[in-house]
Structures are given as C-alpha cells and as structure tokens.
C-alpha cells in the first residue's frame, strides 16, 4: 500500500515547450496518474503552450496519442483528463497571442498559477519577460525552470538575475528530477529515520562512496542540445551532485526547504577543486562507439549525432561519459572518496549509490573461512528500486564455518506491491503546493557550478579528446583503472 493521496489546490499549470519531448514523455503522464489518484480536482487545468499551431483538439489527440499505453484500462479517465488540457500557440519572441493567453488565464485569477519553462534555456528570459509585462505573475504564481540552468557560472547567473527580475526565489522551482526519485527521499528517511546508520555515516566507519548512473540509451534525438552540454553539464553538474549531497550532507534540523539546502550548499562548498592541476589524475572522459546494447549493433556517437542534423560532423570532443574521483573537505568526510560515475550507451542501465564500509579491524577467522568482504549500503535508484544491506554471515550447513557474503534485500515493488510513481508525479505537485524542500536553490546551483567549470576548463586546455569506449561496454578502461589506482572496483554485480 502507499500513503493516501492529498488533493491539492486548483491550480492552472502552463507548459511552456507543450508539444516538447518532455512535456509528453514525462509532464502529461505524470499528471494524468496524479489525475487518476484523485490529487488533482475537476477545475484545475493544464495548459500546453508551444508554436506550433495547433487547435486544441489537435493537442489533445497528440496527449492521447501519447497516453494510451498507460489507460487502456481506464478511458473514461482519459476523456476526463483531456477536458481539463488547454492548448495556446505562442512564440516567445513573437508579441502575438500574448493577449489570449492572458485571457484565458484571467478566468481563474484565484487558482494556484504554474509556468513550467519545459524550452531551451535561451528563451527563459524572454518567456519571464512576456509573464511580467502581461502581469501574468501573480501571488499565487510559481516559475519552473528545467536543467540546465545555464551552461556554466557565469550564464546561469545570467538566466537567474533575468528570471529574478520577474519571480521572487521563493516562487522560483529549479527542478532536478533526481530529487523526486522514491529511493532518493527514501535516503532522507533511511539516514535520518534509523539510530543505525548515522553514528557509523563518517570517515571513522566508511571507506568509500560510488554513485553509478547508467544508460543504455544513447543521444537519442537530443544530439543538438547534448553535443554543446555533454556527460558533466548533462548529468554531473545536476543529479549526480545533488545524490552526493544527499550522502554527504550533515543532519538537517529538520525537513523545511531552507534546513536541507543550507545541508546541501555546504557539502558543496567542501568539494576540493579539480582544475588543470589534478583534472588527468581525477576524471576520466569517453565517447562511444560502435558496439552493442541489448543484443542489437548500435552506432556510435558521431553517427548518432548526424543522423537527425543537416549539418553532418566529423568529429566531436563531447563526452558521453564521465568518471571522476570527488572529495569533500571537512570532518565528516575527510579521505572518503566518493567515485562518480555516468554514461550513454553503457552495459546496463542502472542507477545506484552504494555506500561501502570499512572492513573489520581484525580477522578471527581461518584462510579456510574464505575473505571478509565490506559491509556495503547499496541503495537502487532505478530500475527495481530498493535497498540492500550486504552482510557476512556464516554458510549454513556442516562444513566448518565458512563464512559468506549476502544481501538483506528489500525491492519497493515486492515490499509495498505498487510500481513506484514517477519523479515529475511528486515534484509537480509540490510546487503547486509551493513546497521547494527537491527544488535547487540559486545558490545550490551556482556552487555546483563553481565546483565544474574548472574541471571544463582543465579539459578544454589539455585539448585531449574523450576515450573511445565500445557501446554496450561500461565506458574506457581509464575509468577501470581510476579506481582500481585505488585498489578498490566499481561495484557491478552484486557480489
Ligand atoms: C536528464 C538528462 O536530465 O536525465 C538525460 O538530460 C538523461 O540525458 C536523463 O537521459 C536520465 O534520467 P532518468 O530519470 O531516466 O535516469
């Protein structure tokens, strides 16, 4: 069983980039499940806005179209949900049709307002901009803004002093997806929830971090956008230090927006810079290849890349893949390691934290026994969301006592009998109820930021382009030996 769903206040939620893959792939679903659970009451509505000119019939096919996977069993809930989506066509560069937007959402001035920016970052000024001179930002108005937020210091800054110009903070949602992953609130009430681990979660008890996030997919159709980001703006400099943080940071005083991210901005602040200094000794950057994945050959990035682009390319010094060293410099954590780890087109895909613990001080057991291994906290992102706990225990049976490794294993779905909601399904929703606790703070993200762009800055100076990798594969062999220098190894099958 899950907790009983809320509802919350009416609402009118705008999509901005309506017709987008996002907005159809992730944003309408989630609401339509939401819908469907009863959280979202009759009057609220959904408004898709894109330049495409659509009537709204149109728009309501293609989210039907979009949708029909998932509601086979349950039409009439379709038909309802449709009802309340609304479709406007606007350029954001273009003064036309401003008016009638504006009108159609003076007719519920009392419902909860949300702008979610679903477009590329470029048109976030110019969107705000038309949202204040239209007057469209009200009391009750909240700004969505998705990653990336820039693709550096100085340009989020930018986007953010624009933005800022029309919606407070306090009304501004940065969202990271990551943060609505079940498993990773689940880190909030594991850490905090159970006496067990926090008097162990230091350097004293833990000898390492690994944060895995894995895809099998490549660049799919956002080779434009992913070639001018790749792996470290893409994912690195977002979900992946916002896991970390989640790890690493101290107990907040307790769940209130601004508790958990003052946590979080300061583990951030400890990051130990990698610049031109350590950059060839701490990261590891790849492209894929030709290869492999799930049993069908698959091209490589540059194929990838000029398969959807009129403009062909040769070459790119994008990576699809990175794996670096992190350390944070504080008491807590100090010679903890925390591995990073992300790419395109890797073996699996699977996205996991597992937190590795010391091995014991001494050993009572004979060679015969077998080897001790490490405690480790593996908690499973996606897919089969879950957490296990490996422990040593003795071989049952006659034998002498041999001692074996196994995990106290608990999957979301076996234990609680339901698919996990997606992340968008929660974070949506909090930011109708104005609730930023998984919203990054501007000066979460500027600090992110601050922490990547000497790592771009070191790479863009050696000028070495990524390590070719065979698609299908788990990314360069440097990566292998990253952490092998170490003497530790990644963590890849659960044994
Ligand atoms: C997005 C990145 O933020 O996250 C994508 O832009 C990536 O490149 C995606 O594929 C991964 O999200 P998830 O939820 O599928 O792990």
Avoid at 2 to 12: E, G, H, K, Y
Avoid at 33 to 45: A, L
Wanted: with cysteine; proline share 6%.
């Amino acid at each position: 069983m899950t907790a009983p769903a809320q509802p919350v206040d009416l609402f009118d939620l705008v999509i901005f980039g309506g017709t987008g893959d996002l907005a159809v792939r992730k944003l309408l679903p989630a609401l339509f499940h939401r819908y469907v659970d009863g959280q979202i009451q009759d009057g609220s509505r959904i408004i898709g806005v894109a330049r495409e000119a659509l009537d709204e019939d149109g728009y309501r096919n293609q989210i039907r179209s979009a949708l029909s996977g998932a509601v086979i069993s349950q039409p009439a809930k379709l038909d309802a949900f449709l009802k309340r989506v609304h479709y406007c066509s606007l350029d954001a560069r273009k003064d036309e049709g401003w008016d009638d937007f504006a009108s159609l959402l003076a007719k519920q001035p009392g419902h909860v307002r949300v702008f979610y920016l679903s477009t590329s970052p470029e048109l976030f000024v110019d969107i705000c901009q038309r949202l204040g001179h239209c007057g469209l930002n009200q009391d009750k108005s909240r700004v969505v803004l998705e990653k990336p937020i820039g693709k550096d210091l100085a340009s989020a800054n930018r986007i953010n002093d624009d933005v800022g110009r029309v919606f407070d903070e306090s009304q501004t949602f940065r969202i990271d997806h990551y943060l609505g992953k079940e498993t990773v609130q689940n880190l909030l009430a594991l850490r905090f929830g159970n006496a067990l681990f926090e008097p162990l979660w230091n350097a004293g008890h833990i000898d390492h971090v690994q944060i895995t996030v894995a895809e099998t997919l490549g660049v799919e159709r956002r080779g434009p956008y992913y070639d001018t980001a790749g792996a470290l703006r893409d994912m690195v400099q977002n979900h992946m230090l916002q896991l970390l943080c989640m790890v690493a940071m101290e107990p907040p005083a307790s769940l209130s927006p601004d508790s958990v991210r003052d946590e979080k901005l300061k583990v951030l602040h400890a990051l130990k810079p990698i610049d031109g200094g350590n950059a060839s000794q701490f990261t590891v950057r790849g492209q894929y290849r030709a290869g492999a994945a799930q049993g069908h050959s698959v091209p490589g990035y540059i194929e990838d890349l000029n398969a959807d682009s009129k403009v062909k390319v040769e070459k790119s010094n994008t990576e699809t893949f990175v794996a670096l060293k992190a350390e944070i410099g504080n008491w807590r954590w100090s010679g903890v390691p925390f591995y990073l780890r992300t790419g395109k087109r890797l073996a699996d895909r699977v996205s996991e934290i597992v937190v590795a613990f010391k091995p014991v001080p001494h050993s009572i057991f004979t060679a015969a026994a077998g080897p001790l291994a490490q405690n480790r906290l593996v908690l499973r992102l996606q897919p089969d969301e879950g957490v296990k706990l490996w422990l040593t225990i003795k071989h049952p049976g006659p034998g002498g006592l041999r001692l074996r490794h196994v995990p106290l294993d608990m999957s979301f779905a076996e234990a609680f009998g339901v698919q996990q909601p997606d992340a968008y399904e929660r974070l949506l929703l909090d930011v109708v109820r104005g609730n930023p606790t998984l919203f990054m703070r501007r000066d979460e993200v500027e600090a992110a930021w601050r922490w990547a762009d000497p790592i771009l800055a070191a790479w863009m100076a050696s000028g070495e382009a990524p390590r070719p990798y065979t698609a299908g594969t788990w990314g360069p062999s440097a990566a292998v030996a990253l952490i092998e220098r170490d003497g530790r190894t990644w963590d890849e099958d659960d044994e």
